[in-house]
Every structure is written in structure tokens, then in C-alpha cells.
């Protein structure tokens, strides 16, 4: 293998990375968004939303919890 593509494939595989470093947020922030929006509003349930987010957010019943 020459230099040339190693380099190229070393640019590409930093670039996978970085792509899923990003996708690995954003699922993140959509993951907790209720948790943000109710941060954000000074909701007085604000605490209980996040342990109800983290523990259940991942099903739909946990998801309509957390934003009721």
C-alpha cells in the first residue's frame, strides 16, 4: 500500500468517526429532549422527568410519560 492511500484512508476513517460522533449526539439530544424542554421551562417535575427519561425513554410508554 502506498503512502498516498494510506492517507486517504486514514482522512476517511477520521471522518467515519466524526460522523458518528455527531450522529451519537444528535440520537442523544432527541433522546433526552423532553428532559431539555423541561429544564428549560422551569417545569417543577423537572428532576422527575429526567429519572423517568433515563430509565424509560427508550419505550413509547416512558416517551408519552416524560412529555405528559
Known sequence: MSLGIGLLLAKNHLADRAARA????????????????????SHHNAAAIFVINLFLGGSFVGRVVALA
Open 22 to 41: 455527531g450522529a451519537a449526539c444528535l440520537v442523544l439530544l432527541l433522546y433526552f429532549l423532553p428532559t431539555f424542554t423541561a429544564f428549560g421551562g
